[in-house]
Structures are given as structure tokens and as C-alpha cells.
């Protein structure tokens, strides 16, 4: 029988969200069972999820146990919860008489990622280790700048809309494809603003709200937001060092999603690669399921360390109509906001389509320096794999020095650690870390249902000397973190500036 995965929330993201629940009149447990009826009203604690044990929201909120217990007592008697005697508190599902405003919902949703907070608001006294993109690199090849005015004179001359990609950029991506074992020919390549604008893409052309969309319990921040934005309900596989866990995998699908998402090639946040034999199975279990729309996000696929990983996933038997994003946003630059979808030539054209109503196409003088700095070729790529992994072991080495009691794997590859802190809470350890001029993402950013509190994500992008200097900024904070003083304006203390 298929296994139903019920939602769990976080304690202490249930206790961030809760943050103002004193405020009012009335005992204490009256004004929490308000609060928490709040957020279920407003479609943030959702029907069916199980509510934290009262001891662990207790300790969260450091009031005393019966104060939660009175509170979930209260939501039983209105019929907002139903207590299962040693499974659990769960959420009924709720019908808002008027939803909330759609600009209410969303923004809530958004205001969650504090990386896209560093990029709109970049912070200027603290040392943004939020965003795993190179900084501080040696630059572009001179050669590559030079030719590439040449070509924009060039291109001047012509009328510029080109919704679907230069075609020599698009027969470059299908090249690519090609050499890494999945056939691909122009046709089935939709040039990007960047691989988020290709998820964004494939999101309104496929997920409408309430459909079911299937990602990893870690993953991409940008694909949480967009799926939620979509008003999709958000399901989860387990992830580990061997990619999604196939088994898992096949029994959602009997529940019949609308699409599933992954990141079998360097995984973000993990670094981890789903190793062939995985991609053998899942490919042929996709064969048994035509409706669902399967992305395979390849955005990291070249920033590997010592192996390539396998063949993209669309080239195991079963899996050509697999969509495959990426992008040459992490191992070139960013700026370039240059990224793509390839699939079968139908749905590239559907996306084409729709990708002329979003901007009418990408910038052409970024496209022809894609074009050049694709021709580089492998020499300029693994000299900018070289530097990423030279960094990647720089910040390894500064955590074992000055922070042992942190854990990670070595990632295969990718820009960042996915570390375990031997205790506590992630997100207040952000909050000190801020006070020693270091600003993070807490890892349960990275988890659709706000899991892994213990966790942080820590990109190996910037200089050596930065992440040096950064590890002594965190190993101060820790020292504070670990014994602690209690943190109570947190509040002030959003420096995700
Ligand atoms: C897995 C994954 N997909 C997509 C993106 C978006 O990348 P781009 O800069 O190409 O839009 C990112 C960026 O962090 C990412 O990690």
C-alpha cells in the first residue's frame, strides 16, 4: 500500500512564525491557540500536517508545557485540530470563507528566502555567505571579451527578438547534451533568463494551484518559492548521498502528482550525485507515468569535483520526456543570467511561446558571450572547477580547525557545505552570526516543510581569505551560541538586511 507522507512541522519554525503570539489579552494559552488558528487560516499550517510534540514547542517558545497542551486542547474543542492519542496533534482542513489577498500569500511565502534577500538588499557591512555564486573570481577570458564585441555589431544590425535563443547558443547546449550522452539537436533547446526562469516556465505552463508537485526534502530554495507561488501542494522524498530515494519515489507517484522535481546531478544544497543504477530505475519507473512532468535540474552538473556525473538523466530508456534546466550560472557567472530547458521539441516550443509573454527573449550580447565562453571549452571549465573545488577544501579545513564539533560530507561537487551543528537551533545561530558580521541562510530554508533546524548551508564561493576570515567570524559567534545568554530580541535582529 502506498505510504502517505504527512507534513510535520518544524517546532522551531512553527515558534518563528508564532513570534508575536503574546501580544493581546487573555490567558497564555487562549492567545497561542489564536495565533496558531491565525496561521492555519491563512493557508501557512496546512490541512492534515501534524502539529510539534507540546514538549518541543514548549521548549521553542520557553513557556511551560501545559500552556501548549492548553492551547492544542482549546483548537481540539474548535474543531481546528484532532488529537490522536500517541500519534499526534493534526490539522483539520480549513475552509476560508474569503481567501487572503493573492499579494498577502505570496509575499509570505517569499519574504522566507533570505537568500534573495542578499541579492536585492545586498548587505554592506556583513560578509554575505548566503548565495552560493562565485565571487571574487579571476574573471572572464580576455579572449573571450574581445571577440564579443566584434560579435554584437554584428548582431546590431538585426531586428534582436529572438524568444527562443540564438541559434548557434542553442546548438551549442544541444552539443553539450550530445557529448554527455543524451542526443539533442537545437530544436529541443529553449534558451533562459537563467535556469530559475526556465523552472519558472515550466511552473505556469504546467502547475495550477492545489496540484500536487513532488521535490526533495532539501532542495533549491528558488523551486520551493515558485512551486508555492504557484499554489501547489508540496510533497517530499528523502534525498542522501546517493540522490532521491527511488523507492520512495515510486510510491508518491501511485498518488499521481502533477510533476516532480529533482537535482540528480550535484545536488543543492547536499553536493551528492545520484549514481547510475538509480537513474536506470527511476527512468523506467517515469516510463509507467506519461502525465507527469519530470524537471531534472543540471544547473550544478558541471561544478563536480573529481568524476563527471553520469549521463543526464533523460538518456536512460524511459526518460526522454525528462526536462531537463541548467545553466552557466555556476561554473562561469551568474551575471550572465543565461540558462536553458531542454526537452522533447513540442513542449520547447509550448515554452517558447511562453517565454515571449514573460520578456520576449533574452539579451542577445549576453547570449553571444555565452556563446564565446562556451567555446573555451573544457581547459577554461576545469580550471573554474579547480578553483571552486581549491575553495571548497579552504573552508573544509578552517571549519575541522576552528569549529570540529560541526559535521559535513565532502560533496562531490557544487559551491557549498551542508553542515549539522552538534545542537541548537540553526537560526539563532544565524542571528549571532550577524552580530559577528557574517550573514547565512539557516538550512530550513531549504526544506519545503521547514525540517533540518539543525543545519546550515555554507557556500565555499567567495575568496579563501574571505571564507578564512568568515569561519573565525562563526567560530566567535559559536563560542557565544554554545553557551548561551538567551537571544530575546530576535526581532531586531533580522539583519538579512
Ligand atoms: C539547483 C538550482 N537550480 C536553479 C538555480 C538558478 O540558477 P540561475 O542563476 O541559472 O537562474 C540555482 C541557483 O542557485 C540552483 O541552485
Known amino acids: 500500500m502506498a505510504k502517505v507522507l504527512v507534513s510535520q512541522v518544524d517546532a522551531v519554525w512553527l515558534a518563528e512564525r508564532l513570534h508575536d503570539w503574546p501580544d493581546g489579552s487573555g490567558p497564555m494559552y487562549q492567545r497561542l491557540a489564536q495565533a496558531i488558528e ?27 508545557r501545559t500552556t501548549v497542551a492548553g492551547a492544542y486542547e482549546l483548537l481540539a474543542d474548535r474543531r481546528l485540530v484532532t488529537r490522536r492519542h500517541g500519534s499526534g496533534t493534526y490539522v483539520e482542513s480549513v475552509r476560508t470563507e474569503t481567501p487572503p489577498p493573492r499579494e498577502s500569500v505570496l509575499m509570505r511565502s517569499l519574504e522566507r528566502n533570505e537568500i534573495f534577500d542578499g541579492l536585492l538588499d545586498p548587505p554592506r557591512e556583513l560578509l554575505d555567505m548566503r548565495s552560493a555564486v562565485i565571487h571574487d573570481s579571476p574573471g572572464l577570458p580576455q579572449r573571450a571579451l574581445d571577440a564579443v564585441g566584434a560579435d554584437v555589431a554584428r548582431a546590431a544590425s538585426l531586428q534582436g527578438y529572438v524568444p527562443a535563443g540564438l541559434p548557434a547558443l542553442r546548438a551549442a547546449i544541444a552539443a553539450r547534451y550530445t557529448a554527455l550522452g543524451l542526443p539533442t539537436e537545437p530544436g529541443e533547446v529553449l534558451v533562459t533568463s537563467g535556469a530559475q526562469q526556465a523552472l519558472a516556465l515550466i511552473a505556469m505552463l504546467h502547475v495550477r ?22 499554489g501547489a501542494r508540496l510533497r517530499t522524498v528523502p534525498v542522501g548521498q546517493q ?64 568524476r563527471r556525473p553520469p549521463p543526464p538523466l533523460g538518456s536512460y530508456p524511459g526518460a526522454h520526456r525528462v526536462l531537463h534546466t541548467g545553466s552557466l550560472s555556476k561554473l562561469i557567472w551568474g551575471g550572465l543570467r543565461v540558462g536553458w530547458v531542454r526537452g522533447p521539441v513540442p513542449e520547447i516550443r509550448r515554452l517558447a511561446r511562453l517565454k515571449a509573454l514573460t520578456d520576449l527573449g533574452s539579451s542577445i550580447p549576453s547570449q553571444l558571450l555565452a556563446i564565446r565562453l562556451m567555446e573555451e571549452g573544457e581547459d577554461f571549465a576545469d580550471d573554474r572547477r579547480a578553483m571552486i573545488a581549491q575553495r571548497g577544501r579552504t573552508l573544509e579545513r578552517a571549519l575541522a580547525h576552528r569549529l570540529p ?25 544565524t542571528m549571532r552570526a550577524a552580530r559577528h558580521g557574517v550573514a547565512l541562510a539557516a538550512g530550513s530554508i531549504q526544506s519545503p516543510q521547514g525540517h533540518f ?8 564561493s567567495h575568496s579563501e581569505l574571505v571564507l578564512t576570515r568568515a569561519v573565525d567570524r562563526l567560530a566567535d559567534a559559536w563560542e557565544q551560541h554554545a553557551d548561551p545568554s538567551p537571544i530575546c530580541e530576535l526581532e531586531d535582529l533580522r539583519v538579512v538586511v
Open 38 to 64: 491565525r496561521l492555519v487560516q491563512a493557508g501557512e499550517v496546512q490541512g492534515g500536517a501534524r502539529l510539534p510534540a507540546e514538549r518541543l514547542l514548549s521548549t521553542e517558545l520557553k513557556v511551560s
Open 209 to 230: 494551484p492545489d496540484d500536487e508537485v513532488v521535490t526533495e526534502a532539501l532542495t533549491h530554495t528558488g523551486a520551493i518559492d515558485l512551486f508555492v507561488a504557484s
Open 243 to 306: 540522490g532521491a530515494d527511488v523507492d520512495a519515489i515510486e510510491r508518491v507517484l501511485t498518488e499521481r502528482p502533477r510533476l516532480l522535481y529533482l537535482i540528480p546531478s550535484i545536488h543543492n544544497p547536499l553536493g551528492s550525485v545520484m549514481p547510475a543504477r538509480e537513474r536506470r530505475r527511476l527512468a523506467s519507473l517515469l516510463d509507467e507515468h506519461p502525465d507527469l512532468v519530470v524537471i531534472a535540474d543540471d544547473t550544478l552538473a558541471d561544478t563536480y569535483r573529481d
Open 405 to 429: 564539533s560541526w559535521t559535513f560530507d565532502t560533496p562531490e561537487g557544487g559551491l557549498c557545505l551542508w553542515i549539522r551543528l552538534p545542537g541548537g537551533s540553526a537560526r539563532e545561530l
Open 453 to 460: 533546524s539543525d543545519h546550515l548551508r555554507i557556500p565555499y
